[in-house]
């Protein structure tokens, strides 16, 4: 299994900025996997914000975080962050941090984001 366990999150205003962690732990763990960001927004669906792949280090965004988020890994800790800034209104909603490796997908538990005009 794999748990993962985020930290971050919180409340700020518009055009403020937030950081969120997650690190990955379990026997399922390993040096190839994608690990990355989704959110979901209240009455929404679950979206993808961003993810980053080892090795190699590919990152892929959502058109509406592209220029104001950026994600890293590390990869000996297992660890990936999003550094979120200029955020808005519309950023607002419950984070989750999800890894992947081959058919397998964990989900954390999700963290609060709240941004307000």
């Known amino acids: 299994q794999v748990q993962l366990v985020e930290s971050g999150g919180g409340s700020v205003q518009a055009g403020g900025s937030l950081r969120l962690s997650c690190q990955a732990t379990?026997?399922?763990?390993?040096?190839?996997?994608?690990m990355g960001w989704y959110r979901q927004a209240p009455g929404n669906q679950r979206e993808f914000v961003a993810s980053?792949?080892?090795?190699?280090?590919?990152?892929n965004y959502a058109d509406s975080v592209k220029g104001r988020f950026t994600i890293s890994r590390d990869g000996a800790r297992n660890t990936v962050s999003l550094q979120m800034s200029s955020l808005n209104p519309e950023d607002t909603g419950v984070y989750f941090c999800?890894?992947?490796?081959?058919?397998?997908?964990?989900w954390g538990k999700g963290t609060l984001v709240t941004v307000s005009s």
């Open positions: 980053s792949s080892i090795p190699g280090g590919s990152v």
């Open positions: 379990g026997n399922r763990v390993t040096s190839v996997n994608r």
């Open positions: 999800h890894y992947h490796y081959g058919v397998l997908d964990y």
